[in-house]
C-alpha cells in the first residue's frame, strides 16, 4: 500500500527554522522518488527539494539552496525537510509526493513536475512572518 503522511510545518519568524516530516509507507520507502512541493496561493504547486530512498544525496532548487536540508529516517521510513533562514516568501502549503518509478539519476531537476508524482501526502502549513 502506498501512503504518504505529513507532520510537522506551523509558523515561524524569518530568520527561524521548521521541521517537515515526510512518512511513507514501506512500499514506497523500499525505492521512491520523494519530493517536497510547495504552494502558495495563487500559484502553481512547484517543487523545492528531492531525494531518492536508495542512497540519494539530496537535490534542491536555488530557491532553497543552503537553507533547506533533507535527511532519511529509515527506521522510520521518514524523509525530513530541515527549513532553516526561513524567509517570508517560503510560507505556503507543502505537500511531499512520491513515485516509485522514477530513477535514483532522474530524481532530479526536470523530472520534479507534478505530473510525474503519483502519491502525495495532504499537505501541511508553513507560514512565515516578517
Known amino acids: 500500500q502506498a501512503q504518504l503522511t505529513e507532520s510537522g510545518g506551523g509558523s515561524a519568524q524569518a530568520g527561524g527554522s521548521l521541521r517537515l516530516s515526510c512518512k511513507a509507507s514501506t512500499y514506497l520507502y523500499a525505492g521512491a522518488c520523494i519530493a517536497w512541493f510547495r504552494q502558495a496561493p495563487g500559484e502553481e504547486r512547484q517543487a523545492v527539494a528531492a531525494?531518492?530512498?536508495?542512497?540519494?544525496?539530496?537535490f534542491y532548487f536555488d530557491s532553497v539552496k543552503d537553507r533547506f536540508t533533507l535527511s532519511q529516517d529509515n527506521g522510520q521510513t521518514t524523509v525530513h525537510l530541515q527549513m532553516d533562514s526561513l524567509k517570508p516568501e517560503d510560507s505556503a502549503i507543502y505537500y511531499c509526493a512520491a513515485n516509485e518509478y522514477l530513477r535514483k539519476s532522474d530524481c532530479t531537476g526536470r523530472f520534479l513536475t507534478t505530473t510525474i508524482f503519483t502519491w502525495w501526502g495532504q499537505g501541511t502549513q508553513v507560514t512565515v512572518s516578517p
Open positions: 531525494i531518492h530512498t536508495n542512497g540519494g544525496t539530496g
